[in-house]
């Protein structure tokens, strides 16, 4: 299975993908995608939409696995998230790909076995996963992110543990006990 996992944003957006067909995962390209803020809030989602939509194109990804956001300080940053989220999402369905959401802390326990690992923390992992040099071309903070959100989508496959949540509704309804008033 090649899995594409993205770590969406409104100004800079990772993407990876695996191959985690064989057992091992594999890397097969990551990178991020650079918006320029002086354009437009539309017109940023659209170049996150054509780069990831070419990106399926030429890979050929059997799945599309996302960070879904899940708090923040500023409602104005959260909704620009969320549209570059569902601008990377249309991306997938677009092409039929199946589409999965997982928290930030669902892929970070996943990947170092603490749900509280720091970002340091979750390139160094993935990094070692994936067998990947120390100054790996690309290798960012963001595009280790994205690596990390597939590598937490094989994980899932392949102990049986397929949930995904189709939105904040979906996520509460399935965690009641992470929910505090």
């Not at 191959?19 to 437009?40: C, K, N, Q, V, Y």
């Not at 879904?68 to 409602?75: A, D, E, I, Q, T």
């Not at 990377?88 to 326990?109: C, F, N, R």
Request: one cysteine or more.
């Amino acid at each position: 299975m090649t899995i594409l996992g993205i770590d969406p944003g409104s100004r800079v957006t990772g993407y990876g993908i695996i191959d985690a067909g064989s057992g091992d995962e594999t890397p097969i390209t990551f990178g991020t995608i650079r918006l320029d803020t002086s354009d437009s809030h539309p017109d940023r989602l659209k170049e996150i939409f054509d780069v990831l939509s070419e990106l399926i194109t030429t890979h050929e990804p059997d799945a599309l696995a996302i960070e879904m956001p899940v708090y923040g300080k500023n409602p104005q940053s959260m909704l620009k998230l969320g549209r570059a989220q569902a601008s990377a999402m249309l991306a997938g369905l677009h092409q039929d790909l199946s589409v999965a959401q997982y928290t930030p802390k669902e892929i970070k326990k996943s990947v170092t076995g603490n749900g509280n690992a720091s970002k340091k923390q979750v390139q160094y992992m993935v990094r070692s996963i994936l067998k990947l040099e120390k100054d790996a071309s690309g290798f960012t903070h963001d595009a280790a992110d994205a690596l990390a959100v597939a590598l937490c989508h094989s994980n899932r496959g392949s102990h049986g543990e397929t949930q995904s949540y189709t939105g904040w509704a979906s996520f509460v309804a399935n965690n009641p006990d992470r929910i505090s008033e």
